[in-house]
């Protein structure tokens, strides 16, 4: 099976470490604007529960997939 090299492998890694901390940054102002949520319209949060729960699980699969693939990246380093 032939390896994947991207054409700038310095940008590919940047662009994918932009999305990981936009991602992490986005799930930090929604837990924010949930607790304010609850604090004045606490029949809201029962409303918006689910959507919570799927963008929680959205971004923390791009920050894990982040991870991962960096973490996998390094392994492969090191072999080589």
Do not use: H
Request: aromatic share 16%; glycine share 8%; net charge positive.
């Amino acid at each position: 099976m032939e390896s994947f090299t991207p054409p700038n492998p310095v940008q590919w890694w940047a662009n994918r470490r932009r999305l990981a901390w936009g991602a992490f940054a986005v799930a930090v102002l929604e837990t924010v604007s949930a607790i304010v949520l609850a604090l004045y319209f606490p029949t809201a949060i029962t409303a918006l529960g689910v959507v919570f729960g799927w963008s929680y699980g959205l971004w923390g699969t791009i920050i894990a997939t982040y991870i991962g693939c960096a973490t996998w990246s390094d392994v492969v380093s090191a072999k080589n």
